[in-house]
Protein backbone atom coordinates (compact mmCIF):
# COMPACT_ATOMS: atom_id res chain seq x y z
CA UNK A 1 0.00 0.00 0.00
CA UNK A 2 1.33 3.38 -0.91
CA UNK A 3 0.97 6.95 -2.46
CA UNK A 4 2.07 7.66 -5.80
CA UNK A 5 2.91 10.67 -7.99
CA UNK A 6 4.63 11.60 -11.21
CA UNK A 7 5.00 13.99 -13.87
CA UNK A 8 4.91 13.73 -17.41
CA UNK A 9 6.31 16.44 -20.22
CA UNK A 10 3.69 15.62 -23.26
CA UNK A 11 6.41 17.21 -25.58
CA UNK A 12 8.81 14.34 -24.93
CA UNK A 13 11.86 16.66 -24.98
CA UNK A 14 11.67 18.56 -21.90
CA UNK A 15 13.84 16.60 -18.75
CA UNK A 16 11.48 16.24 -16.02
CA UNK A 17 12.45 17.56 -12.37
CA UNK A 18 13.15 14.80 -9.53
CA UNK A 19 12.61 17.73 -6.87
CA UNK A 20 8.91 17.81 -8.02
CA UNK A 21 7.59 14.57 -7.46
CA UNK A 22 9.99 14.82 -4.12
CA UNK A 23 8.03 18.01 -2.91
CA UNK A 24 4.74 16.02 -3.91
CA UNK A 25 5.20 12.59 -2.08
CA UNK A 26 5.81 15.04 1.11
CA UNK A 27 2.34 15.62 0.55
CA UNK A 28 1.21 12.17 1.44
CA UNK A 29 3.68 11.06 3.93
CA UNK A 30 0.45 9.24 5.84
CA UNK A 31 0.36 7.01 2.41
CA UNK A 32 4.07 5.65 3.06
CA UNK A 33 5.27 6.28 6.18
CA UNK A 34 7.90 3.01 5.94
CA UNK A 35 10.01 4.20 2.92
CA UNK A 36 9.95 6.65 0.05
CA UNK A 37 11.57 6.50 -3.52
CA UNK A 38 11.70 8.68 -6.66
CA UNK A 39 13.24 8.14 -10.65
CA UNK A 40 13.34 10.30 -13.24
CA UNK A 41 14.19 9.16 -16.54
CA UNK A 42 13.85 12.38 -19.74
CA UNK A 43 10.39 13.41 -19.64
CA UNK A 44 8.98 11.49 -17.18
CA UNK A 45 9.51 11.37 -12.77
CA UNK A 46 8.03 9.09 -10.60
CA UNK A 47 7.40 8.93 -7.05
CA UNK A 48 6.75 6.85 -3.84
CA UNK A 49 5.44 6.36 -0.49
CA UNK A 50 5.40 2.96 1.00
CA UNK A 51 3.73 1.76 3.58
CA UNK A 52 5.22 -1.67 4.01
CA UNK A 53 3.09 -5.22 4.16
CA UNK A 54 4.09 -7.24 1.54
CA UNK A 55 7.98 -8.69 1.61
CA UNK A 56 8.53 -5.68 3.70
CA UNK A 57 12.77 -5.74 3.57
CA UNK A 58 12.75 -6.01 -0.39
CA UNK A 59 9.33 -4.40 -1.57
CA UNK A 60 10.99 -1.15 -2.20
CA UNK A 61 9.48 1.40 -5.19
CA UNK A 62 9.99 2.48 -8.08
CA UNK A 63 10.33 -0.93 -9.18
CA UNK A 64 12.08 -2.08 -12.57
CA UNK A 65 12.44 -4.97 -14.47
CA UNK A 66 16.35 -6.49 -14.79
CA UNK A 67 17.73 -4.39 -17.65
CA UNK A 68 15.59 -0.61 -16.16
CA UNK A 69 14.29 -0.14 -18.94
CA UNK A 70 10.42 -0.44 -17.57
CA UNK A 71 10.03 1.18 -13.86
CA UNK A 72 7.05 1.41 -11.96
CA UNK A 73 5.04 2.81 -9.12
CA UNK A 74 2.17 1.17 -7.56
CA UNK A 75 -0.17 1.48 -4.78
CA UNK A 76 -2.69 -1.19 -3.43
CA UNK A 77 -2.38 -4.68 -3.74
CA UNK A 78 -1.90 -8.00 -6.27
CA UNK A 79 -3.84 -10.93 -4.74
CA UNK A 80 -2.96 -13.10 -7.23
CA UNK A 81 0.88 -12.10 -7.54
CA UNK A 82 2.14 -15.44 -6.72
CA UNK A 83 0.10 -17.44 -9.53
CA UNK A 84 1.16 -14.17 -12.04
CA UNK A 85 4.87 -14.90 -11.10
CA UNK A 86 5.11 -18.46 -11.36
CA UNK A 87 3.87 -17.98 -15.20
CA UNK A 88 6.27 -15.28 -15.89
CA UNK A 89 8.78 -16.95 -14.37
CA UNK A 90 8.19 -19.91 -17.02
CA UNK A 91 8.00 -17.41 -19.59
CA UNK A 92 12.09 -16.64 -18.91
CA UNK A 93 11.64 -13.45 -16.64
CA UNK A 94 13.96 -12.53 -13.80
CA UNK A 95 12.75 -11.82 -10.03
CA UNK A 96 14.92 -10.23 -7.43
CA UNK A 97 11.83 -9.74 -4.78
CA UNK A 98 8.92 -11.10 -3.18
CA UNK A 99 7.26 -8.23 -3.78
CA UNK A 100 3.95 -8.16 -6.06
CA UNK A 101 4.65 -4.56 -7.35
CA UNK A 102 7.67 -6.75 -9.55
CA UNK A 103 4.91 -8.42 -10.98
CA UNK A 104 3.45 -5.17 -12.63
CA UNK A 105 7.07 -4.77 -14.82
CA UNK A 106 7.43 -7.77 -15.90
CA UNK A 107 3.11 -8.49 -17.05
CA UNK A 108 3.63 -5.22 -19.01
CA UNK A 109 6.41 -6.65 -21.14
CA UNK A 110 4.36 -9.65 -21.57
CA UNK A 111 0.94 -7.85 -22.12
CA UNK A 112 1.41 -4.03 -23.05
CA UNK A 113 -2.06 -2.27 -22.06
CA UNK A 114 -4.46 -5.45 -22.03
CA UNK A 115 -2.17 -6.21 -18.85
CA UNK A 116 -4.51 -4.49 -15.90
CA UNK A 117 -7.03 -7.55 -17.26
CA UNK A 118 -4.95 -10.06 -15.69
CA UNK A 119 -4.45 -8.45 -12.29
CA UNK A 120 -6.85 -9.44 -8.96
CA UNK A 121 -6.71 -6.59 -6.80
CA UNK A 122 -7.12 -2.79 -5.64
CA UNK A 123 -4.57 -0.72 -8.10
CA UNK A 124 -3.40 2.33 -8.92
CA UNK A 125 0.16 2.18 -10.81
CA UNK A 126 2.10 4.29 -13.37
CA UNK A 127 4.70 2.92 -15.45
CA UNK A 128 7.12 3.99 -17.72
CA UNK A 129 8.11 2.09 -20.77
CA UNK A 130 11.94 3.88 -22.17
CA UNK A 131 11.80 2.24 -25.33
CA UNK A 132 8.27 2.41 -25.86
CA UNK A 133 8.30 5.96 -24.39
CA UNK A 134 5.03 5.49 -23.29
CA UNK A 135 3.39 6.47 -19.84
CA UNK A 136 0.77 3.97 -18.73
CA UNK A 137 -1.86 4.90 -15.52
CA UNK A 138 -4.11 2.30 -14.48
CA UNK A 139 -7.03 2.11 -11.72
CA UNK A 140 -8.67 -1.00 -10.32
CA UNK A 141 -11.71 -2.31 -11.65
CA UNK A 142 -14.11 -1.46 -8.65
CA UNK A 143 -12.17 1.79 -7.82
CA UNK A 144 -11.01 0.63 -4.53
CA UNK A 145 -7.81 2.90 -5.37
CA UNK A 146 -8.08 6.58 -6.25
CA UNK A 147 -5.49 8.56 -8.85
CA UNK A 148 -6.17 11.62 -10.06
CA UNK A 149 -4.64 13.72 -12.84
CA UNK A 150 -4.24 16.86 -14.35
CA UNK A 151 -3.27 17.63 -18.30
CA UNK A 152 -2.89 20.89 -20.12
CA UNK A 153 -0.38 21.98 -23.21
CA UNK A 154 2.45 21.12 -21.68
CA UNK A 155 2.43 18.20 -19.01
CA UNK A 156 0.41 15.19 -17.11
CA UNK A 157 0.76 15.35 -13.47
CA UNK A 158 -0.65 12.53 -11.69
CA UNK A 159 -1.17 11.72 -7.90
CA UNK A 160 -3.11 9.68 -5.33
CA UNK A 161 -4.38 12.76 -3.90
CA UNK A 162 -5.69 15.75 -4.81
CA UNK A 163 -2.99 18.47 -2.07
CA UNK A 164 0.20 15.81 -3.64
CA UNK A 165 -1.56 16.81 -7.31
CA UNK A 166 -1.81 20.75 -6.66
CA UNK A 167 2.11 20.73 -5.07
CA UNK A 168 3.51 19.59 -8.42
CA UNK A 169 2.67 23.89 -8.91
CA UNK A 170 1.12 26.28 -11.74
CA UNK A 171 -2.02 23.94 -10.94
CA UNK A 172 -4.61 26.72 -10.99
CA UNK A 173 -7.49 26.03 -8.76
CA UNK A 174 -10.99 26.46 -9.89
CA UNK A 175 -14.25 25.55 -9.16
CA UNK A 176 -16.18 23.20 -11.27
CA UNK A 177 -19.99 24.33 -11.32
CA UNK A 178 -21.39 21.27 -12.86
CA UNK A 179 -19.70 19.22 -10.79
CA UNK A 180 -21.23 21.26 -7.63
CA UNK A 181 -24.99 20.93 -9.56
CA UNK A 182 -24.23 16.97 -9.50
CA UNK A 183 -22.99 16.53 -5.92
CA UNK A 184 -26.10 18.26 -4.66
CA UNK A 185 -28.03 15.83 -5.71
CA UNK A 186 -25.33 12.89 -5.25
CA UNK A 187 -23.63 14.01 -2.88
CA UNK A 188 -20.24 12.90 -4.38
CA UNK A 189 -18.56 14.07 -7.38
CA UNK A 190 -18.88 11.34 -10.30
CA UNK A 191 -15.66 10.19 -12.22
CA UNK A 192 -13.91 12.16 -13.82
CA UNK A 193 -15.46 15.04 -11.97
CA UNK A 194 -13.63 16.21 -8.52
CA UNK A 195 -15.08 19.80 -7.73
CA UNK A 196 -12.05 21.40 -9.87
CA UNK A 197 -11.78 22.38 -12.80
CA UNK A 198 -8.88 20.83 -14.86
CA UNK A 199 -8.79 17.82 -12.02
CA UNK A 200 -10.20 14.52 -12.83
CA UNK A 201 -10.11 11.07 -11.44
CA UNK A 202 -9.29 8.51 -13.38
CA UNK A 203 -12.38 6.37 -13.67
CA UNK A 204 -12.31 3.15 -12.32
CA UNK A 205 -11.82 -0.13 -14.89
CA UNK A 206 -9.88 2.78 -16.92
CA UNK A 207 -6.39 3.27 -18.13
CA UNK A 208 -4.38 6.12 -19.55
CA UNK A 209 -1.81 5.65 -22.17
CA UNK A 210 0.39 8.82 -22.67
CA UNK A 211 2.58 8.86 -25.95
CA UNK A 212 4.09 11.55 -28.27
CA UNK A 213 1.75 12.95 -29.97
CA UNK A 214 -1.32 12.70 -27.29
CA UNK A 215 -2.61 10.73 -24.88
CA UNK A 216 -5.93 8.34 -24.59
CA UNK A 217 -8.78 7.10 -21.76
CA UNK A 218 -10.29 3.41 -22.17
CA UNK A 219 -12.10 1.42 -20.27
CA UNK A 220 -10.84 -2.42 -20.12
CA UNK A 221 -13.70 -3.72 -17.93
CA UNK A 222 -17.31 -4.04 -16.85
CA UNK A 223 -19.58 -6.67 -16.19
CA UNK A 224 -20.02 -8.88 -18.87
CA UNK A 225 -23.25 -10.66 -18.59
CA UNK A 226 -26.36 -10.32 -16.58
CA UNK A 227 -28.22 -13.51 -17.86
CA UNK A 228 -28.96 -15.77 -15.05
CA UNK A 229 -27.84 -19.54 -15.50
CA UNK A 230 -30.17 -21.65 -16.25
CA UNK A 231 -31.45 -24.31 -13.65
CA UNK A 232 -29.52 -22.73 -10.76
CA UNK A 233 -31.67 -23.11 -7.55
CA UNK A 234 -31.48 -20.84 -4.48
CA UNK A 235 -30.17 -23.65 -2.48
CA UNK A 236 -27.39 -24.14 -5.03
CA UNK A 237 -26.33 -20.36 -5.48
CA UNK A 238 -25.99 -20.25 -1.75
CA UNK A 239 -23.33 -23.00 -1.63
CA UNK A 240 -21.76 -21.58 -4.66
CA UNK A 241 -21.63 -18.36 -2.89
CA UNK A 242 -19.90 -19.88 0.22
CA UNK A 243 -17.25 -21.05 -1.43
CA UNK A 244 -16.78 -17.86 -3.45
CA UNK A 245 -16.66 -16.10 0.20
CA UNK A 246 -14.19 -18.14 1.41
CA UNK A 247 -12.09 -18.00 -1.09
CA UNK A 248 -12.38 -14.19 -1.55
CA UNK A 249 -11.60 -13.56 1.94
CA UNK A 250 -8.65 -16.76 1.68
CA UNK A 251 -7.31 -15.04 -1.01
CA UNK A 252 -6.84 -11.19 0.36
CA UNK A 253 -5.36 -12.30 3.79
CA UNK A 254 -1.49 -12.16 2.14
CA UNK A 255 0.32 -9.44 4.61
CA UNK A 256 3.83 -9.56 7.10
CA UNK A 257 1.99 -6.80 9.83
CA UNK A 258 -0.81 -7.43 12.03
CA UNK A 259 -4.62 -7.53 10.52
CA UNK A 260 -7.97 -7.03 11.66
CA UNK A 261 -11.24 -6.32 10.68
CA UNK A 262 -13.95 -3.29 10.93
CA UNK A 263 -16.80 -5.15 12.34
CA UNK A 264 -20.15 -3.31 12.22
CA UNK A 265 -22.29 -6.27 13.19
CA UNK A 266 -24.20 -6.30 10.18
CA UNK A 267 -23.88 -9.36 8.03
CA UNK A 268 -21.01 -8.52 5.06
CA UNK A 269 -18.61 -6.81 7.98
CA UNK A 270 -20.00 -10.38 10.20
CA UNK A 271 -19.11 -13.03 6.95
CA UNK A 272 -15.83 -11.28 6.58
CA UNK A 273 -15.05 -11.99 10.04
CA UNK A 274 -16.14 -15.60 9.65
CA UNK A 275 -14.27 -16.15 6.20
CA UNK A 276 -11.13 -15.30 8.51
CA UNK A 277 -12.28 -17.45 11.07
CA UNK A 278 -12.77 -20.63 8.72
CA UNK A 279 -9.25 -19.37 6.30
CA UNK A 280 -7.60 -20.31 9.69
CA UNK A 281 -6.67 -16.74 11.01
CA UNK A 282 -5.84 -17.17 14.81
CA UNK A 283 -6.20 -14.08 16.57
CA UNK A 284 -8.69 -11.47 15.44
CA UNK A 285 -8.81 -7.76 15.94
CA UNK A 286 -12.31 -6.64 15.54
CA UNK A 287 -13.11 -2.93 16.02
CA UNK A 288 -16.25 -1.00 15.71
CA UNK A 289 -17.63 2.55 16.98
CA UNK A 290 -20.27 3.62 19.27
CA UNK A 291 -21.79 6.91 20.09
CA UNK A 292 -22.97 7.98 23.55
CA UNK A 293 -26.48 9.19 22.13
CA UNK A 294 -29.31 6.24 22.45
CA UNK A 295 -30.51 4.94 19.37
CA UNK A 296 -30.57 3.32 16.42
CA UNK A 297 -27.39 4.66 14.81
CA UNK A 298 -25.35 2.34 17.52
CA UNK A 299 -24.36 -1.54 16.77
CA UNK A 300 -22.80 -2.09 19.25
CA UNK A 301 -24.41 -4.81 20.48
CA UNK A 302 -24.90 -6.60 17.72
CA UNK A 303 -20.45 -6.52 16.91
CA UNK A 304 -20.01 -8.13 20.05
CA UNK A 305 -22.65 -10.36 19.88
CA UNK A 306 -20.18 -11.41 16.29
CA UNK A 307 -16.97 -10.93 18.07
CA UNK A 308 -18.47 -13.16 20.72
CA UNK A 309 -19.49 -15.64 18.04
CA UNK A 310 -15.94 -15.68 16.29
CA UNK A 311 -13.67 -15.08 19.78
CA UNK A 312 -12.35 -11.66 18.43
CA UNK A 313 -10.21 -9.33 20.54
CA UNK A 314 -12.75 -6.90 19.82
CA UNK A 315 -12.36 -3.11 20.31
CA UNK A 316 -15.22 -0.34 20.76
CA UNK A 317 -14.12 3.29 19.74
CA UNK A 318 -16.69 6.03 21.45
CA UNK A 319 -17.20 9.03 19.13
CA UNK A 320 -19.20 11.63 20.55
CA UNK A 321 -20.91 14.15 18.70
CA UNK A 322 -18.81 17.26 19.69
CA UNK A 323 -15.99 15.58 17.93
CA UNK A 324 -18.24 15.59 15.19
CA UNK A 325 -18.86 18.78 14.71
CA UNK A 326 -15.15 20.02 15.23
CA UNK A 327 -13.96 17.62 13.08
CA UNK A 328 -16.00 18.47 9.64
CA UNK A 329 -13.08 20.31 8.55
CA UNK A 330 -10.33 17.69 9.19
CA UNK A 331 -12.19 14.88 7.19
CA UNK A 332 -13.04 17.35 4.37
CA UNK A 333 -9.24 18.02 4.15
CA UNK A 334 -8.50 14.44 4.20
CA UNK A 335 -11.52 13.83 1.58
CA UNK A 336 -10.41 16.31 -0.94
CA UNK A 337 -13.46 16.18 -2.91
CA UNK A 338 -16.91 17.75 -1.83
CA UNK A 339 -18.26 14.15 -0.20
CA UNK A 340 -21.03 14.17 2.20
CA UNK A 341 -20.21 10.60 3.60
CA UNK A 342 -21.46 11.19 7.20
CA UNK A 343 -19.38 8.03 8.09
CA UNK A 344 -16.40 9.72 7.24
CA UNK A 345 -15.97 10.93 10.90
CA UNK A 346 -16.46 7.39 12.44
CA UNK A 347 -14.11 5.46 9.95
CA UNK A 348 -11.24 8.39 10.35
CA UNK A 349 -11.90 7.92 14.21
CA UNK A 350 -11.70 4.01 14.02
CA UNK A 351 -8.74 3.72 11.81
CA UNK A 352 -6.78 6.35 14.19
CA UNK A 353 -7.53 4.36 16.81
CA UNK A 354 -6.86 0.49 15.19
CA UNK A 355 -3.29 1.43 14.02
CA UNK A 356 -1.96 1.14 17.28
CA UNK A 357 -2.55 -2.48 17.32
CA UNK A 358 -3.01 -3.74 13.40
CA UNK A 359 -2.03 -1.81 9.66
CA UNK A 360 -4.46 -3.75 7.47
CA UNK A 361 -8.12 -3.92 8.54
CA UNK A 362 -11.16 -6.41 6.19
CA UNK A 363 -14.15 -4.49 5.43
CA UNK A 364 -17.52 -6.31 4.39
CA UNK A 365 -18.32 -3.17 1.74
CA UNK A 366 -19.55 -4.33 -1.37
CA UNK A 367 -21.78 -6.69 0.01
CA UNK A 368 -25.48 -4.57 -0.44
CA UNK A 369 -24.58 -3.73 -3.90
CA UNK A 370 -23.64 -7.17 -5.37
CA UNK A 371 -26.85 -8.63 -2.91
CA UNK A 372 -29.51 -6.63 -2.76
CA UNK A 373 -29.20 -4.73 0.35
CA UNK A 374 -30.55 -1.26 0.06
CA UNK A 375 -34.33 -0.83 1.08
CA UNK A 376 -34.94 1.07 -2.81
CA UNK A 377 -34.45 -2.18 -3.99
CA UNK A 378 -37.31 -3.02 -3.14
CA UNK A 379 -39.28 -1.18 -5.03
CA UNK A 380 -38.24 -3.14 -8.07
CA UNK A 381 -39.89 -6.27 -6.57
CA UNK A 382 -42.99 -4.52 -6.06
CA UNK A 383 -43.15 -2.57 -8.79
CA UNK A 384 -42.63 -5.74 -10.69
CA UNK A 385 -45.66 -7.37 -9.13
CA UNK A 386 -48.05 -3.87 -9.24
CA UNK A 387 -47.58 -3.84 -12.62
CA UNK A 388 -49.76 -6.44 -13.59
CA UNK A 389 -52.40 -4.83 -12.00
CA UNK A 390 -54.98 -3.01 -14.82
CA UNK A 391 -53.99 0.47 -15.30
CA UNK A 392 -57.67 1.18 -15.31
CA UNK A 393 -57.59 -0.42 -11.39
CA UNK A 394 -54.29 1.71 -10.58
CA UNK A 395 -55.81 4.80 -11.89
CA UNK A 396 -59.50 4.34 -10.33
CA UNK A 397 -58.46 2.66 -6.99
CA UNK A 398 -55.19 2.44 -5.78
CA UNK A 399 -53.74 6.55 -6.58
CA UNK A 400 -56.63 7.46 -5.06
CA UNK A 401 -56.88 5.32 -1.35
CA UNK A 402 -52.69 6.50 -1.94
CA UNK A 403 -53.89 10.04 -1.66
CA UNK A 404 -55.76 9.55 2.15
CA UNK A 405 -52.43 8.17 3.47
CA UNK A 406 -51.04 10.85 6.26
CA UNK A 407 -48.04 12.42 4.95
CA UNK A 408 -45.01 10.49 5.84
CA UNK A 409 -46.96 7.42 5.83
CA UNK A 410 -44.26 4.36 4.97
CA UNK A 411 -45.13 3.52 1.35
CA UNK A 412 -47.01 6.39 0.63
CA UNK A 413 -44.79 8.13 -1.62
CA UNK A 414 -43.99 4.39 -3.48
CA UNK A 415 -47.28 3.98 -4.32
CA UNK A 416 -46.67 6.90 -6.50
CA UNK A 417 -43.44 5.76 -8.18
CA UNK A 418 -44.56 2.12 -8.22
CA UNK A 419 -45.30 1.70 -11.93
CA UNK A 420 -42.55 3.89 -12.93
CA UNK A 421 -39.47 2.11 -14.47
CA UNK A 422 -36.98 1.70 -11.55
CA UNK A 423 -34.57 3.95 -13.79
CA UNK A 424 -36.76 6.67 -13.58
CA UNK A 425 -36.99 6.77 -10.02
CA UNK A 426 -33.26 6.95 -10.20
CA UNK A 427 -33.28 10.00 -12.53
CA UNK A 428 -33.87 13.30 -11.21
CA UNK A 429 -35.73 11.53 -7.46
CA UNK A 430 -33.82 11.55 -4.19
CA UNK A 431 -35.39 8.67 -2.76
CA UNK A 432 -31.95 6.65 -3.47
CA UNK A 433 -29.55 9.52 -3.27
CA UNK A 434 -31.20 11.28 -0.47
CA UNK A 435 -30.48 15.29 -1.44
CA UNK A 436 -31.80 17.97 -3.96
CA UNK A 437 -33.97 17.13 -6.85
CA UNK A 438 -33.25 19.78 -9.89
CA UNK A 439 -36.23 21.89 -8.90
CA UNK A 440 -34.61 21.98 -5.16
CA UNK A 441 -31.17 22.91 -6.39
CA UNK A 442 -32.55 25.98 -8.67
CA UNK A 443 -34.39 27.02 -5.45
CA UNK A 444 -31.34 27.07 -4.07
CA UNK A 445 -28.92 28.87 -6.12
CA UNK A 446 -28.40 32.53 -6.45
CA UNK A 447 -29.32 33.95 -9.52
CA UNK A 448 -25.75 34.65 -10.65
CA UNK A 449 -24.50 31.05 -10.22
CA UNK A 450 -27.68 30.03 -12.04
CA UNK A 451 -27.24 31.88 -14.89
CA UNK A 452 -23.56 31.10 -14.90
CA UNK A 453 -23.63 27.45 -16.77
CA UNK A 454 -26.42 25.76 -18.49
CA UNK A 455 -26.57 23.04 -15.98
CA UNK A 456 -26.50 19.15 -17.38
CA UNK A 457 -29.75 17.30 -15.08
CA UNK A 458 -27.56 14.81 -12.97
CA UNK A 459 -30.16 12.13 -13.90
CA UNK A 460 -28.75 12.15 -17.15
CA UNK A 461 -25.43 10.69 -15.75
CA UNK A 462 -27.61 8.16 -14.00
CA UNK A 463 -29.38 7.05 -17.14
CA UNK A 464 -25.48 6.61 -19.23
CA UNK A 465 -24.30 4.61 -16.28
CA UNK A 466 -27.68 2.60 -16.50
CA UNK A 467 -27.44 1.72 -19.84
CA UNK A 468 -24.31 0.31 -20.29
CA UNK A 469 -26.26 -2.58 -18.20
CA UNK A 470 -27.55 -4.31 -21.57
CA UNK A 471 -30.24 -7.02 -21.22
CA UNK A 472 -30.50 -6.83 -17.28
CA UNK A 473 -33.53 -6.97 -15.43
CA UNK A 474 -34.92 -3.51 -13.54
CA UNK A 475 -33.03 -5.07 -10.25
CA UNK A 476 -30.09 -5.73 -11.83
CA UNK A 477 -30.07 -2.32 -13.31
CA UNK A 478 -30.73 -0.45 -9.70
CA UNK A 479 -27.26 -2.51 -8.39
CA UNK A 480 -25.34 -1.69 -11.16
CA UNK A 481 -25.70 1.59 -11.03
CA UNK A 482 -24.99 1.98 -7.40
CA UNK A 483 -21.76 -0.66 -7.34
CA UNK A 484 -20.43 1.30 -10.58
CA UNK A 485 -21.55 5.12 -9.54
CA UNK A 486 -22.31 5.43 -6.08
CA UNK A 487 -19.56 2.95 -4.62
CA UNK A 488 -16.55 4.19 -6.09
CA UNK A 489 -17.05 8.02 -6.16
CA UNK A 490 -18.39 7.90 -2.49
CA UNK A 491 -17.81 5.12 -0.25
CA UNK A 492 -14.50 3.64 -1.71
CA UNK A 493 -13.02 7.01 -1.39
CA UNK A 494 -13.90 7.72 1.87
CA UNK A 495 -12.95 4.58 3.16
CA UNK A 496 -9.73 5.19 1.20
CA UNK A 497 -8.54 8.27 2.51
CA UNK A 498 -9.98 8.39 5.67
CA UNK A 499 -7.84 5.02 6.49
CA UNK A 500 -4.86 5.88 4.82
CA UNK A 501 -5.05 9.35 6.34
CA UNK A 502 -4.02 7.12 9.63
CA UNK A 503 -1.55 4.79 7.49
CA UNK A 504 -4.10 1.88 7.68
CA UNK A 505 -4.84 -0.33 5.00
CA UNK A 506 -8.20 -1.59 4.12
CA UNK A 507 -9.36 -4.52 2.13
CA UNK A 508 -12.74 -5.59 0.89
CA UNK A 509 -13.01 -9.04 0.29
CA UNK A 510 -16.74 -8.89 -1.26
CA UNK A 511 -15.04 -6.49 -3.96
CA UNK A 512 -13.53 -9.15 -5.42
CA UNK A 513 -14.26 -8.69 -9.18
CA UNK A 514 -15.02 -12.67 -9.98
CA UNK A 515 -17.34 -12.66 -7.30
CA UNK A 516 -19.40 -9.25 -8.71
CA UNK A 517 -19.18 -10.97 -11.98
CA UNK A 518 -20.56 -14.01 -10.65
CA UNK A 519 -23.47 -11.76 -8.38
CA UNK A 520 -24.63 -9.77 -11.49
CA UNK A 521 -26.11 -12.97 -13.19
CA UNK A 522 -28.03 -13.79 -10.18
CA UNK A 523 -31.88 -14.46 -10.38
CA UNK A 524 -33.47 -11.51 -8.89
CA UNK A 525 -35.45 -13.87 -6.41
CA UNK A 526 -31.74 -14.87 -5.27
CA UNK A 527 -31.22 -10.82 -4.49
CA UNK A 528 -34.44 -9.68 -3.00
CA UNK A 529 -38.03 -10.34 -2.29
CA UNK A 530 -41.04 -8.17 -1.40
CA UNK A 531 -40.07 -9.42 2.28
CA UNK A 532 -36.66 -10.27 1.87
CA UNK A 533 -33.05 -8.60 1.13
CA UNK A 534 -30.04 -10.40 0.22
CA UNK A 535 -31.95 -13.81 0.34
CA UNK A 536 -29.17 -16.00 -1.64
CA UNK A 537 -26.64 -14.61 1.10
CA UNK A 538 -28.44 -14.91 4.27
CA UNK A 539 -28.94 -18.56 3.04
CA UNK A 540 -25.26 -18.89 3.10
CA UNK A 541 -24.63 -18.01 5.92
CA UNK A 542 -27.84 -18.87 8.14
CA UNK A 543 -25.39 -21.61 9.70
CA UNK A 544 -22.26 -19.58 10.13
CA UNK A 545 -23.54 -16.37 11.37
CA UNK A 546 -26.10 -15.86 14.79
CA UNK A 547 -29.46 -15.62 14.25
CA UNK A 548 -29.79 -11.87 15.26
CA UNK A 549 -27.79 -10.70 12.85
CA UNK A 550 -29.21 -12.71 10.15
CA UNK A 551 -32.62 -11.24 11.26
CA UNK A 552 -31.63 -7.85 11.72
CA UNK A 553 -33.23 -4.87 9.69
CA UNK A 554 -30.44 -3.42 7.35
CA UNK A 555 -28.91 -0.12 8.97
CA UNK A 556 -25.55 1.62 7.18
CA UNK A 557 -22.82 3.05 9.02
CA UNK A 558 -24.56 5.59 10.21
CA UNK A 559 -24.36 8.81 13.13
CA UNK A 560 -26.94 10.72 14.92
CA UNK A 561 -26.19 13.63 13.04
CA UNK A 562 -30.16 14.36 13.17
CA UNK A 563 -29.89 14.98 16.89
CA UNK A 564 -26.88 16.73 16.39
CA UNK A 565 -28.56 19.32 13.88
CA UNK A 566 -31.28 20.10 16.02
CA UNK A 567 -29.33 21.87 19.24
CA UNK A 568 -29.24 25.33 19.29
CA UNK A 569 -26.92 27.50 18.20
CA UNK A 570 -25.01 24.64 16.51
CA UNK A 571 -20.97 25.29 14.93
CA UNK A 572 -22.38 23.65 11.86
CA UNK A 573 -25.51 25.89 11.21
CA UNK A 574 -23.61 29.09 12.55
CA UNK A 575 -21.23 28.35 9.40
CA UNK A 576 -23.74 27.93 6.48
CA UNK A 577 -25.06 31.33 7.74
CA UNK A 578 -22.43 33.70 8.89
CA UNK A 579 -21.91 36.97 6.30
CA UNK A 580 -18.78 35.64 5.39
CA UNK A 581 -20.07 31.93 4.20
CA UNK A 582 -18.31 31.19 0.84
CA UNK A 583 -21.43 29.55 -0.19
CA UNK A 584 -22.81 32.92 -0.83
CA UNK A 585 -21.97 32.82 -3.76
CA UNK A 586 -23.80 29.91 -5.32
CA UNK A 587 -27.20 29.50 -2.49
CA UNK A 588 -29.32 32.12 -0.93
CA UNK A 589 -29.83 32.29 2.28
CA UNK A 590 -33.34 32.29 2.57
CA UNK A 591 -33.65 28.15 1.91
CA UNK A 592 -31.27 27.09 4.14
CA UNK A 593 -32.70 28.94 7.17
CA UNK A 594 -36.28 27.32 6.39
CA UNK A 595 -34.04 23.87 6.08
CA UNK A 596 -32.88 24.33 9.77
CA UNK A 597 -36.28 25.30 10.82
CA UNK A 598 -37.65 22.55 9.75
CA UNK A 599 -35.31 20.24 10.85
CA UNK A 600 -35.54 21.55 14.15
CA UNK A 601 -39.69 20.86 14.38
CA UNK A 602 -39.71 17.54 13.41
CA UNK A 603 -40.89 18.62 9.44
CA UNK A 604 -39.20 15.45 7.97
CA UNK A 605 -35.11 14.77 8.56
CA UNK A 606 -33.37 17.18 6.52
CA UNK A 607 -29.72 16.02 8.03
CA UNK A 608 -28.74 14.71 4.85
CA UNK A 609 -29.54 17.89 3.11
CA UNK A 610 -27.94 20.15 5.63
CA UNK A 611 -24.52 18.25 5.89
CA UNK A 612 -24.48 17.78 1.77
CA UNK A 613 -24.69 22.03 2.20
CA UNK A 614 -22.03 22.05 4.87
CA UNK A 615 -19.23 19.97 3.84
CA UNK A 616 -19.50 22.12 0.30
CA UNK A 617 -19.07 25.41 2.46
CA UNK A 618 -16.10 23.59 4.65
CA UNK A 619 -14.53 22.39 1.28
CA UNK A 620 -14.62 25.72 -0.01
CA UNK A 621 -13.27 27.30 2.63
CA UNK A 622 -9.93 25.06 2.80
CA UNK A 623 -9.26 24.80 -0.59
CA UNK A 624 -10.93 28.09 -2.28
CA UNK A 625 -9.73 30.37 0.61
Request: glycine share 8%.
Amino acid sequence: MCGICGTLHLDFEKPARVETVRRMADQMVHRGPDAEGFFADGPVALGARRLAIIDVASGHQPRENENKTVHVVFNGEIYNHAALRERLVKKGHVFCSRSDTEVLVHLWEERGPEMPEDLCGMFALALWDAPARTLFLARDRLGEKPLYYHADAGRLVFASEIKTLLAAGDIPVRLDPQAVHDYLTLRFTPSPATGFSGIHKLPPAHWLLAKPGGWTVRRYWDIPDFSPKGGQSLAENARTLSVLLDRAVAGKLESEVPLGAMLSGGMDSSAVVAGMRSAGHARISTYTVDYPEPGPHSEAAYARLAARAFQTDHHEILVPGESFSAGVSETVRILEEPLADMAAHPVLALSRESRATVTVLMTGTGGDELFGGYPVYREAALGALLSRLPGHLWERLVLPAAGFLPKGFPGKNFVRRARVHPKEVFLGSSCVYGSLDEEAKRALYTKDFAGALDFRPTGLLCRETMERAKGATALQTMAYCDTMLWLPDSHLIMTDKCSMAASIETRSPLLDHGLAEWAARLPDACRRTLWESKVVFRRAMRDRLPRAILKRKKRGFSTPIHLWLKAPDNPMERMLLEPDARTRVLFRQAPIRTLFSRHRAGDGDQSAVLYTLVVLEQWMREFFG
